[in-house]
């Protein structure tokens, strides 16, 4: 592993189901951060964390939960998926200083 | 709160051309501004950023942006584009009172360069 991984690739989930989008992170990196990728919005983040046992809430949250038992871990799940769920979503992380960010290739969400 | 704004949902030059990618943003304080690229089905490559000192930032594949603080503006540019800089451009901000170090993204505008 080098740099941050997520899991799946893509995904098509059916309306109601429960759904984790798996992140993990080789850099040590205390900062992490969930964005979804829609058309002509950008991305908009939906959680963060800062170090493991400490998580916040971005712009979009609604629908969403995080979980950050470890450094290198941070999952993201959807309860019970609706359609306007379906997005891209990425993962990110922060090392120490202003600007050392890292995305993941992202998972490709669609809810049917 | 920042934000960001990317004027123009797609740009088209042909290759050789110059390339400019407009970018504005509001902030509180002086900005972290940061340019990203995003390849079909890609994740997001980091091309450049701007935290302090020199207003012109040079990146990678040879992209430049300038940070112009009376227009809040942080502009990308490059002299000469190439078919294969045809891709998704982000910019982004991120406020540097904020501990948590979020970045706001702009839209994105769409690159298009033709031969």
């Known amino acids: 592993i080098a740099g941050i991984t997520q899991a799946p690739t893509s995904q098509i989930l059916a309306a109601g189901r429960r759904m984790t989008l798996r992140c993990t992170q080789d850099m040590r990196h205390n900062a992490m951060y969930w964005y979804r990728q829609d058309l002509g919005l950008g991305l908009r983040l939906i959680h963060y964390s800062n170090t493991a046992g400490t998580t916040g809430k971005g712009e979009v949250p609604d629908g969403y939960s995080v979980s950050r038992a470890n450094t290198d871990d941070f999952p993201l799940t959807l309860a019970s998926a609706v359609p306007s769920q379906t997005s891209v979503y990425f993962c990110a992380s922060r090392g120490q200083g202003a600007d050392g960010y890292t995305f993941g290739s992202g998972t490709r969400l669609t809810v049917v | ?115």
């Open chain 2, 1 to 115: 709160a920042q934000s960001v704004a990317q004027p123009e949902d797609q740009v088209n030059v042909a290759e050789g051309n110059p390339l400019t990618v407009k970018c504005t943003y509001s902030v509180s304080g002086n900005p972290y501004l940061f340019w990203y690229v995003q390849y079909p089905n890609r994740g997001l490559q980091f091309l450049l950023k701007y935290i302090t000192g020199d207003n012109l930032v040079k990146g990678s594949y040879g992209f430049e942006a300038e940070f112009n603080k009376s227009q809040t503006s942080f502009h990308l540019k490059k002299p000469s584009a190439l078919v294969s800089d045809s891709a998704l451009y982000f910019c982004a901000v991120r406020a540097p009172t904020d501990s948590w170090g979020k970045l706001q993204f702009g839209a994105g505008t769409q690159v298009v360069v033709t031969p």
